[in-house]
C-alpha cells in the first residue's frame, strides 16, 4: 500500500461531498481539513503546539521559499520539515508553480523550466521539474506537489491549451526524477482555467 492514501468513509448522496481520512507516515487526519499555510517552515504567530490544539491537519510549506533560505540541504539535516519547524503531524510542500505566476514580473518561462531573478538579492536561480522535485524530496513532506504553471487569468484558449501541455510534460519529467516514492506522495496539478474541456484534459 502506498505511504499516503486516502480512506473515503462516507460520500454525500446531494452533493458527492466526501468524508475520509487522509493516513500518512507522520498520522491520519480528516478531510476535508483544516490546512494552515507556513511558508518558511513555519506558520506565522502560531506555535506548533498552538497548531495541534486547534486542529490543523496537513501544513504547508512553500519550496521556492524555502530553497532561498534556509535551504533544502540544512532542513534535509535537521531531519526534514517537521523537526526542522517541531510539529508532529503530516506536512505538505507546493512545487514553486506558484511563484511562476506569483513572481511573473522576475521570471522566464522555457521548455527546460523556469528562471527566476531572486527577490532576495536579484541573483539569476533556475528551477525545473527536476530541481524542485528534488529540493522537495530533500524537504521531507508527506505529500509533495508536480511542478506547474499557474497561469494568469485571464489567459486566451489558446496560452492555456500550451500552458496545459508543458505542465504535463513537467508532470512526466518530476515523476521520473521523484527519489522517494516509499514515504512520499507526488500530487498531480490540475490547469486549466475557466475552459472545462482544457481541466477535464488535464484531469
Excluded at 512545487?95 to 527566476?116: D, H, M, P, W, Y
Excluded at 511542478?147 to 496545459?164: H, I, L, N, Q
Aim: aromatic share 10%; with cysteine.
Amino acid at each position: 500500500m502506498s505511504a499516503v492514501w486516502l480512506e473515503i468513509k462516507h460520500i454525500c448522496k446531494q452533493t458527492g461531498a466526501r468524508y475520509g481520512i487522509l493516513h500518512t507516515p507522520h498520522g491520519d487526519v480528516e478531510t476535508p481539513m483544516f490546512m494552515p499555510v507556513g511558508t518558511l517552515a513555519t506558520v506565522k504567530y502560531i506555535s506548533p503546539e498552538e497548531l495541534k490544539e486547534m486542529g490543523a491537519g496537513v501544513i504547508l510549506s512553500n519550496t521556492y521559499h524555502c530553497w532561498l533560505r534556509p535551504g533544502e540541504d540544512v532542513v534535509a539535516n535537521a531531519g526534514g520539515l517537521q523537526k526542522f519547524m517541531n510539529y508532529k503531524g503530516p506536512m505538505l510542500t507546493d512545487s514553486g508553480g506558484f511563484q511562476v505566476f506569483s513572481l511573473a514580473k522576475n521570471r522566464k518561462i522555457t521548455e527546460e523550466g523556469v528562471t527566476f531573478k531572486n527577490h532576495l538579492n536579484g541573483s539569476k536561480l533556475f528551477m525545473s521539474p527536476e530541481v524542485s522535485i528534488g529540493i522537495q524530496n530533500k524537504l521531507g513532506a508527506d505529500i509533495i506537489m508536480s511542478f506547474d504553471e499557474c497561469p494568469p487569468f485571464p489567459a486566451t484558449y489558446e496560452y492555456m491549451k500550451k500552458s496545459v501541455e508543458r505542465t504535463l510534460r513537467w508532470a512526466k519529467r518530476g515523476l521520473n526524477a521523484h527519489q522517494r516514492r516509499e514515504d512520499q506522495a507526488i500530487f498531480g496539478i490540475v490547469q486549466g482555467g475557466e475552459f472545462e474541456d482544457l481541466r477535464k484534459y488535464s484531469a
